[in-house]
């Protein structure tokens, strides 16, 4: 009889018509009292899956036998649909018996804790054994209280199955007492509530990720009843209209000028009944009176049952860009003359003739500003610009151009130039082409002087960089730390169990198997502290340098991965500064974690060169390969998506004067690194001195 049948039987019997349990109860006494019935294994409830069949050639059942069958075939679909009430509600029973401490599961709860019922010995501790260490505390406390007060409880706690799955699960029990009104067990019900608390916590996240929006949001975002009176109010709203939540929710939106009142209220009321508002051009005001035009948007707000309960309302000031508008409107030849005193900008048309010259068609006047050279200048001889370009740059510009030109798409490049009274600047050129009737190419542009922000990202780099030389100390130090202290404590306790396991023919099995798995664990500990301290910084990098190092990893990387390694080392190679290694092998270690964890590939193969005064590393695979992007200010290519692993190894060698390069084909993907030999430079040299005149 399974604890489902015995734990319910009572409950079961409910379902059960009275006669045949008057029937069944009557003849039931009459056998126990001629001595012909007695419980099995001490139970004292049965059911119809307890009772042998009826012999062959028996005696034909008495009336109260039949009755009795009778009552048991009812409780059958009871007891049926009460199990699949349990799996389909993931809620199982169990009671714990004070006196013997044994403790009874229904068959769901083996299903929720993922338990064999063979494996599970029915004691207290066992189930213990199951709830998270964290969680046991609170478990013991409550059902301490329980079996002291009397009284019913709940409590949530977490399991982790044998799988590695964590599950939450809400008990709920009550003492049971004797006739005498001592507690000798605890009963209840256990239910998985893994799928709700996942879903509540994801609600609050959302929920969080949207007040941190529209905190964030820097256009006002209000919500309103039907009625239009304000539930929520942004802190974008209070810097635009300068009243405070706490004055605006609970009132009729006070942004709304009296003249606006009656369009704002058909407004929400449009949106109640599922007509959204987009792109409407109102005026609001401010506190102090003042009104600004605003674009607004309002769309429904619904409940779970998609019934309309309120509205959000966008409102975008476009004050400026109203008054901007009219300022157009009313004089082209304003525009003219603010297109000839853009700050930091200029205007221009490009073209190439017939033969492959470039010419410009316009040039504004701020082109002296960028360039130290007349506009004239520029519209007679275009090469009096071109020349400015920077040498390396020559390549990428041209390529940039022809893609633009070839596909008429937007044009977008970095371009550093040096000027005619030889400072350095940087320009951002955007433009779009468009193709006239006769077939010639146009490219209306505009090009701006980034320089201040280029020079703020140089000096990020050199921040980033610091960063990074922090973190590599900071890893040389927990590496050292883990490798002084820690590693040495777990080598002393496996030669403690290595001695204890020399002795140990004095215990029993199961102490004998507990020894044996301990030793086991703190061998895998000991293992896997060797391999994180060796991750976070490679001993042999500083013994053996590069070469080395690169040997050991890359015999290290075929062990744990399965993939096939091809190595190739230099056998002229010299050692680097300590940084210039540092940074080639987390290259190397980066590439593999990458080639292990997304390429497919079967095998990798490794070079270390070196050649023409620079070290190159190279690492190559043979997978599904990559989607690569050109930088518009580099030119260099790039995964598509870049992630913060390629992004480090880049700036670790820009850091050093090198360059990281990617090429991707079907199959295959190549990450090339490369460091000078003979300096550690900086991005651009040039940057800084200022004074960059060409003789």
């Known amino acids: 009889m399974s604890l489902d049948e015995s734990l319910t039987g009572a409950r079961l019997l409910e379902s059960v018509p009275g006669p045949y349990i008057a029937k069944t109860q009557g003849c039931r006494a009459r056998v126990e009292d001629e001595g012909e019935y007695a419980p099995v294994n001490g139970a004292t409830s049965g059911s119809a899956s307890d009772l042998p069949p009826h012999p062959p050639g028996a005696e034909r059942p008495s009336a109260c036998d039949r009755a009795h069958e009778q009552a048991e075939a009812a409780l059958r679909p009871s007891e049926s649909d009460l199990a699949e009430a349990q799996r389909v509600a993931k809620l199982g029973s169990w009671r714990f018996d004070l006196a013997t401490n044994a403790v009874r599961w229904s068959k769901e709860l083996y299903r929720i804790f993922e338990i064999e019922e063979q494996a599970f010995d029915g004691t207290y501790e066992a189930f213990l054994s199951c709830v998270h260490p964290d969680d046991r505390p609170r478990v013991l406390q409550t059902q301490a209280e329980a079996r002291a007060s009397g009284r019913s409880f709940e409590v949530e706690y977490r399991v982790l199955t044998r799988a590695g799955q964590l599950k939450t699960i809400r008990e709920v029990g009550y003492a049971v007492k004797d006739a005498a009104g001592k507690i000798v067990s605890l009963f209840g019900t256990a239910q998985d509530i893994t799928d709700r608390k996942r879903a509540e916590e994801a609600l609050q996240q959302t929920n969080a990720r949207l007040q941190v929006i529209l905190g964030a949001s820097p256009i006002p975002i209000f919500s309103v009843t039907a009625d239009g009176w304000i539930e929520s109010w942004n802190e974008a709203a209070e810097r635009v209209f300068g009243w405070s939540a706490k004055e605006a929710i609970g009132r009729l939106c006070p942004t709304i000028p009296p003249q606006e009142m009656q369009d704002y209220l058909a407004m929400i009321r449009r949106a109640i009944q599922g007509e959204p508002s987009l792109g409407l051009v109102r005026y609001r005001q401010k506190k102090g009176g003042s009104l600004l035009v605003c674009r607004i948007s309002a769309a429904p707000q619904r409940n779970a049952q998609g019934q309309p309960v309120g509205v959000t309302v966008l409102l975008e000031d476009i004050t400026e860009q109203a008054q901007a508008e009219?300022?157009?409107?009313?004089?082209?030849?304003?525009?003219?003359?603010?297109?000839?005193?853009?700050?930091?900008?200029?205007?221009y048309q490009y073209t190439r003739e017939a033969d492959g010259t470039g010419r410009f068609l316009y040039l504004s006047a701020g082109v002296e500003r960028l360039h130290g050279v007349k506009a004239e200048?520029?519209?007679?001889?275009?090469?009096?610009?071109?020349?400015?370009?920077?040498?390396?740059?020559?390549?990428?510009?041209?390529?940039?151009?022809?893609?633009?030109?070839?596909?008429?798409?937007?044009?977008?490049?970095?371009?550093?130039?040096?000027?005619?009274?030889?400072?350095?600047?940087?320009?951002q050129l955007r433009s779009r082409p468009h193709r006239t009737p006769d077939g010639q190419v146009i490219w209306d542009g505009v090009a701006t002087d980034i320089t201040a922000r280029k020079r703020t990202e140089e000096a990020l780099r050199q921040l980033s960089g610091q960063l990074l030389r922090l973190q590599d100390e900071e890893r040389r130090r927990l590496a050292r730390e883990l490798h002084d202290t820690t590693a040495q404590k777990l080598a002393v306790l496996l030669l403690g169990l290595k001695r204890l396991t020399a002795q140990a023919s004095s215990l029993d099995a199961s102490a004998q198997e507990s020894l044996a798995e301990c030793q086991t664990l703190a061998k895998q500990c000991a293992d896997e502290l060797r391999t994180f301290s060796y991750l976070l910084h490679p001993p042999l990098l500083e013994e053996l340098g590069l070469a080395g190092a690169v040997r050991d990893y890359a015999d290290g990387f075929a062990k744990r991965s399965g993939l096939r390694v091809d190595l190739e080392v230099s056998p002229s190679l010299e050692r680097l500064p300590r940084e210039k290694e540092l940074a080639l092998f987390r290259v190397l270690q980066e590439s593999l974690a990458n080639v292990h964890r997304h390429s497919g590939s079967k095998k990798v193969s490794i070079r270390l060169t070196q050649l023409r005064g620079e070290i190159r590393l190279e690492v190559q695979d043979a997978g599904r390969g990559l989607e690569l992007k050109t930088d518009p200010a580099s030119g260099e290519k790039a995964p598509s998506k870049l992630g913060v692993g390629v992004a480090g190894m880049r700036e670790r060698l820009r850091q050093l004067g090198g360059r990281l390069e990617f090429e991707s084909g079907h199959p295959g993907t190549t990450v090339r690194a490369s460091l000078p030999l003979d300096q550690s430079g900086s991005e651009h040299s040039d940057d800084q001195n200022p004074d960059c005149r060409r003789s």
């Open 326 to 347: 009219a300022a157009l409107r009313e004089s082209e030849e304003r525009l003219r003359l603010l297109d000839d005193n853009l700050p930091d900008s200029y205007v």
């Open 377 to 427: 200048a520029g519209l007679r001889d275009a090469s009096v610009l071109h020349r400015q370009n920077a040498p390396e740059q020559f390549s990428a510009l041209a390529a940039a151009e022809a893609a633009s030109l070839r596909d008429l798409s937007d044009f977008q490049m970095e371009l550093r130039i040096c000027r005619a009274d030889g400072q350095w600047r940087w320009l």
